[in-house]
Every structure is written in C-alpha cells, then in structure tokens.
C-alpha cells in the first residue's frame, strides 16, 4: 500500500488544522487497491514505503527531477493546480472515496462550503514558477520543431498520484456504479450467445449421425427386401434322380433352382412315416453314406435361401440299395467232376446265385443256380469235366415288389476239377483294391474309439483293432461294439509295457481271456507292442491259433498329433494291399479317420480287416505263428 504525506507536495504550506496526524486509507476503483496519505504535523519526511516495481523511479530521478516534473509538482492547498491532459482525463475517471467524513471536514475551510462558483467553474491556469534549474534547462536543451506524425509520445514515469477532489469522488462513484450495472448485462449477454453456440452444435452433432444411419438403414431394408422376395419365391426341386446305388450308399441329383444358396436332403426309411433331413449341400447332387443293404428308401430335396425353404417337393419313393456281395470262405474239390463252395451269408438278402464258367468262357445263362434258401451258404457243383479249370463267384438277392435284385458278385476264384485221385483247394488272387486299417493301444475313454467306429459303420467298412488286455476289462461294451460289426479283435498284451523278448508269454494269456470275458470272442491276430516280435512270441501265437501283423504305412499319429498329417500320410501314400498302423486313443485320429475313410472308399478302395486282407491276396487263410506286413 502506497503511502502520502505532506512532504512529498514541496508547495504545501503548514498542516491544516483539524486534520488527524495519522495514516488515512482511501478506496480507488477501477485498480482496486488502497492509497495512504501520512500527514505529520512536524512537517518531517516519514520513511518510504514499499512500491511496486513497476512504481519504483530510480534513484538519479529522485533526487534531481526534471523541468517538466518540477513543474508539475502539487502547488499549496490555497493555490490551483495546472494538471496536464492525461491528469485530467485520469480525474474523470470512476473514483470512490473512502475518506473518513470527519477529515474531509476538518480539511476544508468553511468559507469554501458556500462558494458555488468552485464546481461549476475553475480557477485559471497559473504557470509554474520558473526556478534557475528549470531556466538553465531550457537553456541547454532548446525545443525543437518535430514532425507530429513522426512524434511518439515517450513513456512516462509514473507519478505519484493526488487526492481527488469530492466532486470528483462523486462522478467517479456514479461511473463506477454505472459500469458495475452493465457487468451482469453482458455476462447474461455472453452466456447466452454461447448456450446457443452449444445448441447449435449438438443439432448438428445429433442430424449429421441421423442422416447417415437413416442412408444405412434404407440401403440394408432394400438389400434384406430384396433378399426376402426372393427367398419367399423360391420355386420347387424338379427331375430328382438316382444316379447310382451300392449296398451302403446311393447318388441323388437334380435340377438346379433359382436365387437358391443350397439344398436339403430328406430321406424316409421303409416302414417309417416321418421324413429327417440328412444332408446339406451347395451342389446339384448328393451321396448319401450309412445306408443300410436291401432296404428301400425314400427321398425329396428342398432348396433354401438362408432360413427359407421351397414350400413344395416332388418325391422320389422305392429307392432301395442292393445287397452286400457274397464272399467265398472255401473251395475245393475232391471228388471226381466235382467242386464244393461255400460262402458268407447275408440275413438281409432272400436268395443267392452261384454261377460258374470255363476258363477262357464268359459266364452263361446255363451256368446259374439259383439258391432260394437263405439258411443254406454252400453248394456242390457236380457234372464237370475232369482237370478242367473253372472259375466260381457267388451273389446275393432281395425281392422288391416282386422283381430280384442282385448284389455285386463275389471275387472269382479258379480251382482245377479233380479226376478223384487228387483233392484240389487251388484258388487265385483277388484283383479288387484292398487295404487294411488298424487301430492300437484301445479302448480307453473318450469319444476317439466311438467316433471311429461310427463313420466305420456308417461306409460298411471294417477295420482291425489290437487292444491292451488291462484296458478291455473296463470297457466292455466297446469291445461288445467292434466284435457286432464284424471289426476283427487282436491281441496286443495285457499291459503294453514289455517289449521284444521281455514281453512274458503270460501277458499275451491274460489279454486273450480278456478279451473273451469282454465279448464271448477271442482274438484271432496279435501285433507285438512296438511292433518288436522274438521267437516265444511267435511260438505263444502258434499256439493260440494267431497270425501276427505289423504294417506298411506308419502314420506317427501318437507323435504329431496332427489329424492334417495324418490324413495326408495315409492318402499321399496309401497302395493296394497296405496295413496301416493308426491309434484309437487320439481326437486327433477321429479327426484324420472321418476325412479318410470316405476319399478311401470314393477312390475305390475296399476297407477290409486284416485276415480278409490275407485271403483276398493270396487265395488262403493267413497262417499262425507267421507275421505279415502287407499284401502288396
């Protein structure tokens, strides 16, 4: 806070009396902040109080002021003050005095009180009175003639400023006040233009993402309508037809339907109401697996659009797959001009045809025999010429809607008519593509063994399955399952921890038992676990009535674990006549075996349990105690 006393106005004449010796502070507007005027009655300088930088004159101007500040120092109270423009200018401003009443009154005289004159007119302007410093000034520094539009008003120290008068007081406390009033106006004024500002924003915040959702919304509406219609107009599947039938499976195609992404296939077994949809495809045809020999079947496709189906469908009824093809289990003749066969039978077929040729002959009309009876599967040819070679097949027969349907004919085997004084069991190689999937180390829990077995079932194929005694006790109705599908049961130890000549003959015993209480079948193969086979193993399989197996194909699928390499091992490298050596244990094998087993059967190869691998190669049962690892 600044201070003022009478010293500081060298002009001023005795303190007035009545006027209070101390500090008085005084209210300025507008720089908001107090002024102090000291007023000793000794007429001594007081000390100097602090000021602010920007108020702080430096020392050489304190002590020796200039001509015009000389000039402009405060005259007596009893004489009027020249104030220069900007002095003036600065008194108009808002001003609001703070001085106590009682000293305001005490340092005026109250003659002054009556003259009106005082505020209404001013005292004329008296020069300063010219001291020798001042002379000498403008002696050395004459004015000079500038150019007013080059003038620039210098910067001048700040001075210390005076009491205002009451009058001015007052006009600047009505300014004050005035502004004061208008202050709310233009904040109210200001916030409301930017409320607006913020209103117009949010509406176009809130149009722009409007406008573009509505642009969307329409777009997808005329895509998805579009889409309806079409669904909704699908039209119906014509010209179904059966392009193929095998025992287990038969082709559907048709004709293609407009705006359709795919079709359905439904199917309706015999003596069955309902129709189930079995398949999906994008394709105008269809093969459809796991179908069961000598029944008959109906059929319709739909075509659909997403979740939308053709209303209508044509039916094609009575489709029926033939039987499965009978399979000669001996031949051999003894007798003179005779020959005895015997085949597997077929509980689904209602007959079977032997039929028989010359060699270098095709088979004739003259050279059937028909077999009407079902429980009988062996027949003696008789009346044949002595040291003739003939040639044998047999098929199997159902009757739908009285016309017979045949299967596919057996392998043909050859074998030399005896003249009676020899026997004759010569029987020649099948030319059929064959191979022989095996599966070890099983049944385990899990959905691996069930899931190989479904799509087994499902392709009428067979495989072979060498299991661990120790694992057969507790899945049982595994076992039941791969022994009703006609899967052949191997022998594979009890425990699958010794090897070569440390594996005990006891523990090929204890998984034979097994293997037996588990199904009511024993084993008729055996594979030494890690495929390590020494001569008491191959006494013990002698013994037991066991051939031994191994394999041509090494998938390494307990290694890789991989169902893509699996799958390409065995398809990349896979001939006529191989055993190939899979585990039942790994999802990753389902995985493989349910890629596999239908590119095998599409690509003609006949899925066959190891002993009918040996008999279609070689024209005989494989032989105990003699391991094979294939039949190419």
Not at 193 to 221: G, M, N, Q
Not at 476 to 485: G, S, T
Not at 598 to 623: F, I, M, S
Request: with cysteine.
């Amino acid at each position: 806070m600044k201070e003022f006393t009478n010293s500081d106005n060298k002009n001023a004449g005795k303190q007035p009396q009545g006027v209070d010796s101390r500090t008085t502070k005084i209210w300025i507007p507008g720089k908001e902040r107090a002024k102090t005027a000291a007023l000793d009655q000794s007429g001594q300088q007081p000390a100097q109080t602090r000021k602010r930088p920007s108020q702080r004159k430096p020392a050489a101007q304190a002590q020796k002021p200039t001509a015009k500040q000389a000039a402009a120092q405060p005259t007596p109270a009893s004489q009027p003050v020249r104030k220069r423009p900007a002095e003036r200018k600065a008194a108009q401003q808002p001003v609001v005095s703070a001085i106590a009443a009682p000293a305001a009154q005490a340092a005026k005289p109250a003659p002054a009180k009556a003259a009106p004159a005082a505020k209404e007119t001013k005292p004329a302007p008296q020069k300063a009175p010219q001291t020798a410093k001042t002379k000498k000034a403008k002696e050395k520094k004459p004015v000079e003639k500038i150019d007013r539009k080059q003038l620039v008003r210098p910067q001048l120290p700040p001075q210390e400023e005076q009491l205002p008068t009451e009058q001015a007081a007052e006009a600047a406390a009505k300014d004050a006040a005035a502004h004061m009033a208008q202050e709310p106006k233009l904040e109210e004024r200001i916030k409301k233009k930017i409320k607006r500002d913020i209103k117009a924003r949010k509406k176009r915040v809130i149009v722009i993402p409007i406008i573009i959702a509505s642009l969307l919304f329409l777009s997808v509406f005329g895509v998805l309508a579009t889409r309806f219609m079409a669904r909704v107009n699908l039209g119906t599947v014509e010209n179904t037809y059966i392009h193929e039938t095998t025992s287990f499976s038969l082709t559907l195609a048709w004709d293609a339907v407009e705006n359709a992404e795919g079709y359905h296939v439904y199917q309706k077994k015999e003596n069955s109401e309902d129709y189930q949809q079995i398949d999906s495809t994008e394709n105008l045809y269809d093969i459809v697996y796991g179908l069961q020999q000598a029944t008959t079947y109906s059929f319709y496709v739909k075509a659909y659009s997403g979740t939308y189906e053709s209303r209508d469908f044509i039916p094609v009824e009575n489709v029926y797959t033939i039987p499965n093809s009978g399979n000669i289990t001996e031949i051999y003749s003894a007798s003179s001009g005779t020959i005895h066969v015997g085949w597997q039978g077929n509980n689904r077929a209602d007959g079977y045809l032997l039929e028989f040729r010359t060699a270098g002959r095709d088979y004739r009309e003259e050279n059937r025999i028909m077999i009407e009876r079902t429980d009988s599967t062996e027949y003696n040819i008789t009346s044949l010429k002595a040291n003739d070679v003939i040639g044998v097949r047999v098929s199997s027969y159902f009757i739908h809607e009285g016309e017979k349907i045949f299967g596919e004919p057996s392998v043909e085997h050859e074998i030399k008519v005896s003249d009676g004084t020899s026997r004759h069991t010569e029987q020649a190689r099948s030319t059929e593509k064959m191979i022989a999937l095996t599966f070890d180390d099983g049944p385990l829990d899990g959905t691996s063994g069930d899931r190989i077995l479904d799509v087994l079932e499902k392709y009428n194929a067979k495989a072979t399955f060498y299991m661990v005694g120790s694992a057969v006790e507790g899945h049982q109705e595994n076992v039941k399952r791969k022994a009703a599908l006609g899967m052949e049961l191997g022998n594979h130890s009890y425990s699958h921890e010794n090897y070569g000549d440390e594996l005990p003959v006891e523990e090929i015993q204890q998984c034979s038992n097994a293997i037996f209480d588990a199904c009511g079948q024993r084993p008729i193969s055996f594979r030494s676990p890690g495929g390590i086979t020494d001569d008491g193993i191959l006494a013990e399989c002698a013994n037991e009535g066991m051939p031994l197996y191994t394999w041509s194909i090494d998938t390494h699928d307990w290694e890789t674990l991989d169902a893509d390499k699996v799958y390409h091992e065995v398809m990349d490298n896979v001939q006529d006549g191989d055993i190939i050596l899979m585990h039942e244990i790994y999802d990753s094998t389902a995985d493989a075996v349910e890629r596999m087993v239908p590119e095998l059967v599409k690509q003609g190869y006949k899925l066959v349990t190891c002993q009918e691998l040996v008999r279609a190669k070689t024209g005989g049962d494989p032989q105990p105690g003699v391991e094979y690892s294939d039949m190419r």
